[in-house]
C-alpha cells in the first residue's frame, strides 16, 4: 500500500500543471481589501517593514486611504488592515506646481497603480506622476511633473491620520518642528497622542533630495514663511522649490533621532536608483510569497490567495533597531493592533512558514515582558492598546513552545505566562488580567465588564500556561493552570445549552437567550454573543460535546448556528466554529461551510473583504483554508480540510517540504473520500506539528459525496478528563 500511494503521489506532482514563470507578487492586487471596511494598505513597503508609504486623503479610513476620495499626499507610517482608530500618518509628503500653497492640498487622482513594494498615481491638480518605494526605514519618493514651471515638495511635519475630532481619541500633533538644510535636506520631528491608544509617541526623519533646491520656506498654520529654514508647533512643514520636471526624494524615519534617522538613509538606500530599490523590495515579497506554492484553481483563486498571503507579512512592524523605550539587544516589534485577533491565524501561520520571523517576535514579546513587566496583548508605537479579551500573548508563546520553535528562553516564557495567570494587574484595561472574581468563584461575575467572554479566554489562557509550566517541568503548576482552565465551566447553562453570565452570587443572567450580547466594552461578551463564545472552547471540545447531548446532537447545535445567520466571519469570536464539526465526527460539514465562506465571504476587488483584515488575520484564515489546513492556535495539531487547490507545497525550516495533493479537488469534489500520509493511510482529520515539519506529502482523494473518512480518530481534547 505504501509503494503504491508513493507511486501516486509522484504520479500527481509529475502531472501537475507546471508553476507560472510569473512572479508571484504579479498574482498580488493591493487594492484588494483598501475598501469598504477591509482598510487594507495600497502603498508601498517591504515585508513586516516600519515604513510604509501609502497616499492619505481626505475623509480617510483607518489606513489613511478611501479610495472615493481626492488624494492629500504619501504620507510614511501607517497601520494595516486594522479597525478602530488610526495611528501613524506621519511626515506627509505633497508635490505641487506653480505657485506654493499650504491649505487645499487634495488633488483628484488618475492610473493609480500598486504592486508589492511599490506605488504610483497621477495626481491631477499638480499633473505629476508620484511613485514611491521603500527599504525597512526609508521611504523613496520619485515625482516626475508634466511642466517644467518651478516645481515643490512640502513636508508636513506635523502629519497624522484623524479620524475623529472628539477628545481624547483624536490623533493630534502635540507638536513638532521642521529644518531646512541646504543645498539639498531637511529633517525634523512630530511628537503625537491620541488615536487607537491615548498615548503619545514621538518620531523623527531627515530626507533628502537628489539636487539643490532653489528656495524654499516654512509655514506655521496657515501662515507662509518664504525663506525661513525653521519652523516649531502643532501645525507646521516646509516646502522646498526645484526647477526640472523629476525630483528624487528618500526620507529616513526612526523612533529615537533625527540623527538615527539620516544613519537610516546612509545604510539602507545610500544611492538614487530609484527602480533597483524597487526591484530589492520586489525581491523580499517574492520570498514571502513563494514560500507556499499552488497548482490548480482558477485564475482568480490563484490571485486571492496571493492577495492574502501578501496581506499577512505586513504586521506587526520591525522596529528593531528602532527601540528608544529601553536597551536591549533582543529583536524589536511593534505594533501589534491586536493579539486578541492575530493569536488564531496568523501567527500559527508564520510560525509553519516564516519560523525566523515569528521567533524573533516571540523574542521581542518576552523582551517587552522583561521591560515592562507584562506581555501585551496590544501593543502601538511604545504603549500597550486596550485588552480585549484574555492575555492572548499566552496563547502566542504557547503555541511557539508546543510546536517546538525555539530560540527564545523556556524559563522567561513560563514567568511571563505565569504572571499573566496568577497576579491581579492594577489596570487589566491595558495589561494582565483582572483576576478577583476569577480565582474566587472560577468565572469572571457580572459586576466587570466583558465578564463572560473573559471567563472563556482566561481559561484558555490558562489552558496556555498549564502547557508552557509542563515545558518547564513545574508539573504542580501545571496541574492547576489545567484545573483552571475548565472555568468555562462554570458560565455552561444546560438549558440554553451555551455560556450564560453569572452573578457574583451564582444566579445566571435573566432574561436570556442564544444570542444574547453582541456588546463591546461595556457588555458581558465582548463584540460577540454567547453563542459565538460558546464556540472558543478549544481545549476542552469533548466536553461541550457531551454538556449538548453528544455527537449528533452537537451537530445540529453548530447547523442551528450557521443556520440562523448567527456565525459572523467578519469577527474573531466564532472563527474555529466551522472545524469544530471535524471533533463530532462530521469534517464533511465543515468542508460545506469553509467552502461557502471562501465563495461568498472574499471577492477579488477592492471591498472584497468580509470586514477589517485586523493585521492580516482575515486574510490568513482564507490561506489556511484553501490549502486545506487549520490551526487550533496554541495546540501543537491541525485540522484537514477542503482544499481548492490541486497542490500546495509549503516551504518549512530546514529545506524540507510539506505538500497537500488533492488532483480531484473541485466545486462539487470537496469531500475527503481516504487520505494517505507519506504513503501510509491516514483515516483522521488532524495533523501534528511534527508531522507537518517532518516534511512529506499528504494526499486527498476527493469526492462529490461525504464519506465515512474522519470520522472515527477525533482531534486532542487535552483538558477533557479520561
Known sequence: MKLVSLLIACLLLMLAPPASCKPLADEVDPFLGSAGDGNCLVGAGVPFGLVWVSPDTNQPMTSGYNIDEEILGLSQTHEAGTGGLSKYGNFLVTPESGAVH????????????????????????????????????????????????????????????????????????????????????????????????????????????????????????????????????????????????????????????????????????????????????????????????????????????????????????????????????????????????????????????????????????????????????ARIAGSNGRVQGGTNGDVVVADAVVKKLGGFSLETAFRAVQKDADVQSPDPMWEGRDLYDYLRVGYMSLASRRSASRTLEYAYDDFCAAEVAQAVGRRADAARYLARSRNWRNLWDPEYQVVRPRHLDGSFLTPYGRNWGSGSWRGAFYEGTAWQYSTFIPHDMKTVIRSVGGDQAYVDWLDAFFNSGSYTHDNEPDMLALWLYIHAGRPDRTADGVRHILQTAYHLKPDGLPGNDDSGTISAWYVWASIGLYPNAGQDWYYIGSPIFSSASLKLEGGKTFRILADKTSPDNRYVQSATLNGEPLDRAWLRQDEIQAGGYLVLEMGPQPSPWGRVDRPPSPATEP
Open 102 to 377: 499650504v491649505t487645499d492640498l487634495a488633488s483628484r487622482k488618475s492610473d493609480e497603480v500598486a504592486h508589492p513594494g511599490y506605488y504610483a498615481v497621477t495626481l491631477m491638480r499638480p499633473q505629476v506622476r508620484a511613485e514611491v518605494t521603500a527599504t525597512r526605514r526609508v521611504g523613496f519618493h520619485r515625482y516626475t511633473f508634466e511642466r517644467t514651471e518651478p516645481i515643490h515638495l512640502l513636508i508636513d511635519a506635523s502629519s497624522c491620520i484623524t479620524l475623529t475630532e472628539e477628545a481624547p481619541m483624536a490623533q493630534l500633533c502635540l507638536d513638532s518642528a521642521v529644518h531646512v538644510v541646504p543645498p539639498n535636506r531637511i529633517e525634523g520631528y512630530g511628537h503625537f497622542y491620541g488615536g487607537w491608544n491615548p498615548h503619545p509617541y514621538r518620531v523623527f526623519f531627515s530626507a533628502v533630495v537628489d539636487a539643490p533646491f532653489k528656495s524654499f520656506g516654512t509655514w506655521t498654520r496657515r501662515t507662509m514663511h518664504p525663506g525661513a529654514a525653521t519652523a516649531k508647533g502643532n501645525q507646521i512643514g516646509a516646502w522646498l522649490t526645484f526647477s526640472g520636471q523629476r525630483v528624487l526624494l528618500k526620507i529616513g524615519v526612526s523612533f529615537i533621532s533625527i540623527e538615527q534617522a539620516r544613519a537610516n538613509i546612509a545604510h539602507e538606500l545610500p544611492g538614487w536608483d530609484f527602480d533597483a530599490v524597487r526591484h530589492h523590495a520586489e525581491e523580499a515579497w517574492e520570498t514571502c510569497l513563494s514560500t507556499i506554492g499552488i497548482t490548480g484553481g482558477s485564475a482568480t483563486d490563484r490571485q486571492m490567495f496571493y492577495s492574502m498571503f501578501y496581506h499577512c507579512f505586513q504586521m506587526p512592524h520591525d522596529f528593531t533597531g528602532e527601540n528608544p523605550w529601553w536597551k536591549s539587544s533582543e529583536p524589536h516589534y511593534e505594533d501589534f493592533y491586536c493579539i486578541w485577533d492575530t493569536f488564531r491565524t496568523l501567527n500559527p501561520l508564520l510560525t509553519l512558514i516564516a519560523p525566523q520571523r515569528e521567533r524573533d517576535i516571540v523574542r521581542s514579546l518576552l523582551d517587552t515582558f522583561v521591560h515592562t513587566g507584562w506581555l501585551p496583548d
